[in-house]
């Protein structure tokens, strides 16, 4: 990694008392102009590390630097080089979209006659435009998401934080979104985002880092962690409702068996009639398959050959 990091993380380490879950010793950096994607199971700390990273709550222990700055003893100095959009953004419900951006950006110093012109082209490129005089709790949760991608980017921060954008917005939006982070780090401002999205983070993060269960454990670049799981064919089956499928766990060349909601997810070998077997196997198990995928590996699969478990999985 070359030159200083926008971000720099050692040994975060944050937990909630009731519940035991949280980050536990998560050390990570994010280069100037770098993506970086932060992916793993619901629980596994992402949006905890991510409300540490923002100043939100104070780490139990570590340190972490923004810039050059601490990100415990200057708190403010770090806030002002943020651009940050949670998965549930708060807004000023009885206020307009326009009026919710417009204090986000002067709190953070866009100049008066500067912030009518960065408003107007963000809202417009984010298709708000026709929206930003209603208030903002007639909006949608799509819409609230695209008006926090605004306030996130408005002040042109160095650092951007971002937990799960794309859910909720449609898919010309999500387009949008992943333009404008594209267009936002080729000026060599940073970004870190936490997703599940595999697509997503496979098309835009230069790196990725897993964490599971508060610990990171492993990173590389998308191509090389898809890479690690080579001659594996994915075959994914929708089902009707749920079967025991204990039996396709047995087919020869099946090497693990994990479910994603309704979906049944088999990584297997490469071997000719392999998906036939599969598929015979579910049917006599008593599943009604509605939609049958055979799928490269992607982010998932490395998920699931690290530890078992499934990267989507329903709490």
Known sequence: ?????????????????????GVSSVSLAVAPGEVVGLVGPNGSGKSTLL???????????????????????????????LGLMMDRPTHYSDLTGWANAYLFARSYGVEEEKVGNVLSELFEYFDLAEYMDERVKTYSY???????????????????LLD??????????????????????????????????VDEVEALCDRVVFLHRGEVITE????????????????????????????????????????????????????????????????????DITNLAVERPNLSD????LTGEALARED
């Open 220 to 287: 590389g670049t998308p191509e090389e962690l898809v890479s690690s799981v080579g001659g594996i064919r994915r075959i994914v089956a929708s089902l009707r409702n749920p079967v025991e499928y204990g039996k396709v766990s047995e087919v020869p060349g099946v090497e693990r068996v994990a479910t994603e909601g309704r979906e049944l997810v088999v990584h297997c070998e490469e071997r000719p009639n392999i998906v036939a077997d599969v598929v015979g196997e579910i049917v006599r198990s008593g599943g």
């Open 164 to 197: 799960e954008p794309s859910l909720g917005l449609d898919y010309t939006s999500q387009l949008a979104y992943q333009r404008k982070v594209r267009e936002f780090s080729d000026t060599g401002a940073s970004v870190l985002l936490a997703s599940n999205q």
């Open 1 to 21: 990694m070359e030159g200083h990091p926008t971000l720099a993380a050692e040994d975060i380490t944050r937990r909630y008392k009731s519940s035991g879950r």
């Open 302 to 305: 490395v998920f699931v050959k």
């Open 51 to 81: 409300r540490v990273l923002s100043t939100a709550i104070k780490p139990d222990s570590g340190s972490f630097r923004v810039c050059g700055f601490d990100g415990i003893g200057e708190k403010r100095k770090v806030r002002a080089r």
């Open 142 to 160: 799509g819409m609230g998401k695209k008006l926090a991608l605004i306030e996130a980017l408005a002040h042109g921060p160095e650092l951007l």
